[in-house]
C-alpha cells in the first residue's frame, strides 16, 4: 500500500486541507475533525485502498484502517494536511467545540447520568422481582427477608440526588465530595419529604434573602435537574476559588465558601426555580407519551436521535420520571424503536443473497433485540436507508401500543428483552409491544428491500470491487487452504468469553477488522496464544498485534476506547519484533483501574487477515482459561 498516496486521498476526499480542523489516531481509525462536514466525500472515502468503515460519531469523522496501517497513514495524513498531530483528547474536545450548544448540553447530560445506570439498574431489576414475586407468593411481602430486599431496591432511588451530585461533579470538574454534600443538603432530613409533602399537616417555610421572601422547607426527592445545575455553579465556584485564594487558606476556604454559597442560592433559588421548570417539562412529556399519537411520534423519532448522537438525554428524562412516579413510561418507547430496527434488519438477513450483508445483519438484529442498537443502525439499515426507515414505522406502532396500554418499568438503561426483568407487571402488554414492533418492521422492510446488484462509485462499482475480493480471496484460500487448515487459537486471557457481536463497539461488533471474539478478563494479564512475533505494539499499550508461524494475525485490544488513558494502567512486557511463545505474558493491565476510570474492559480479540480463511468460529462461551481453546480457524 502506497501510504503517502492513500493519505493524499483521504485528504481530498474529505475536503482539502482548508477544511482539516485536527487528527488523531488509536488502535484501528483514523478520527477527523473537519470544519464542513457537507464537503466530505463519504462514499470515495470508503473506496479508498486499504479503509475498511467510514462514520461520523461525536463530531468526528472516524475512518477505519486497522491495525499496523493507520498509524502509518496518519504519519503520512499529518504531512499532506500540513497540521500538527494532537491526542485523542484534544481531537474530541475539538470535535465538541465543533458541537451546537444544544447537542454539547445533551452530551454533557448524557456525561452524567449515563454512569449512574448500574445503580439504577441495579435497584430497579431489585424492585422489579420483588414485585413479581410478592403477586406470585402473596405471604412473602410479609416477611422480614422482603423487608431488608425491598429497602435495598429503594436505595438508589432514595438518594438519588447524592448520585446525580457525585457524577456531575466529576462531569464538570468539581471536588466529588462537595458535589455529595451539595446532593445530601437537597434531601436533608430536617427538609420536610417531597413525597410525604401531601399527607404533611404542614409545611415549614424559611425567610430568605434577608426577608425578600419566603421559601418552603421541602427536600429535592424526585428531582434531577435541579441537582444538576447546582453542581455546576459549585464547580465553577470552587475552580474560581482555587485561583483566587492564597494557597496557604485554600484547603480552609475555598471548600467552605463552596458549601455556604451553593447551599444557600440551591434552597433559596436554583431548587424552587428548576424544580418548577422541571416539573412543567415531566408533566408535558408525560402527557404526550400517554396519548396514542405522541407516543407514536415518539417511536418513529427516537432511532433517528440515536443517529444523531443525542439519545443520551432520555437517561435524564427517564431518571426524572422514575424519581418523581416511581415509574418509567418511555423505557417501553425506546424498546419499541430499539426491537423495531432489528426487526427490519432480520427481514434483510433472511431476504438477501449477499453473504457478507446476511452475515453482519443476522448478528446486529439479534443485538438489537437486547437493546443494543448502534450496529444494526450503522451497519446495516442506514447503509440501505428503507429499513431504517421500515424501523421507525415498526418502531412507532410498537409506541402506539405503549401509550395506550401504559407500560412503565422501574428503571432505565435496559431495554429489549432484557426489558422483562424491570416490567413484571406488563408482561403481556410488553410482549404485545414488542411483537407489533417487530412485526410490522419487519413486513415493511421485507417489501421495500430490494436487493442492489450494481451501485456506481468513483472509481467503479461496488458489485465489481466485492467480485474482485472474492476472487482474490478465492485463490489464495485454495492456494493455502491446506495449510491452514484446522489450526487453533488459544484464548490470551482467563474470563468470560462472548461472541464479537455483544462488544459495545460497532467496529468490532461488525467484524469491520475481523472475526474473532472478545473476553471480559478476571485477570489483569495477556499471554500469548500461540508461538509468533510480536508484530504491532502501539505505544499505549492497550493493543498488541502477533503474527502465528501458521500465517495467522492476531489483534488483541484490551478494552474499549482505551487508548485515551495514554497507557496508564498498562504494562508491556515485549517489543515489537520479539518472537514469543504460547503462554508467555506479554501484556499486564491493571483491571480495577481501568473500569474506575469509566471504560469497559472487554477484549476484543481479532484474527484481521481473517479474508485468508474459509471459516472462523468460536469454540467456546462463558468461562473461559488461559490457552484454552477459543477459536477455530481454517
Known sequence: MDYRSVAEQVCQAVGGRENIVSAAHCATRLRLVIGDDKKCKKETVENIEGVKGVFFAS????????TGVVNKVYDEFIQVAGITGATKEEVKQAASAKQSLPKRLIKTLGDVFVPIIPAIVASGLLMGLLEGLSKVYPDMANSGTYTILHLFSNAAFTFLPILIAVSAAKVFGGNMFLGAVIGMIMIHPDLVNAWSVATADSIPTATAWFGLYDIRLVGYQGHVIPVVIAVWFMSNLEKRLHKWVPEVIDLFVTPLVTVLV?????????GPVFSWIETGVLNGVEYLITFGIGAAAAGAVYPVTVVAGVHHMYNELEAGLLSANGINTWMPIATAANVAQGGAALAIALKTKNKKLKSIALPSSLSAFMGITEPVIFGVNLRYMKPFIAGMIGGACGALVAGITGVGATAYG?????????????????TLIILVAVGVAFIVSWILFKEETQETTEEGTKETIDLQKEHSVEISQNKEKDEFAGAMVSSPLKGTAISLSDVKDETFANEILGKGMAVIPEEGIVKAPFDGTITTLFETKHAVGITGKNGIELLIHVGINTVELKGQYYTAHVKEGDSVQAGQIILEFDRERIKEAGYDITTPVIVTNSDEYEEIRLEKTGTIGYMEKALLVR
Open 262 to 270: 451553593t447551599g444557600y442560592l440551591t434552597l433559596t433559588i436554583f
Open 414 to 430: 435496559i431495554t429489549g428483552i432484557f426489558g422483562y426483568l424491570i416490567t413484571t407487571d406488563y408482561v403481556l402488554s410488553y
Open 59 to 66: 463530531g468526528q469523522l472516524q475512518i477505519i484502517f486497522g
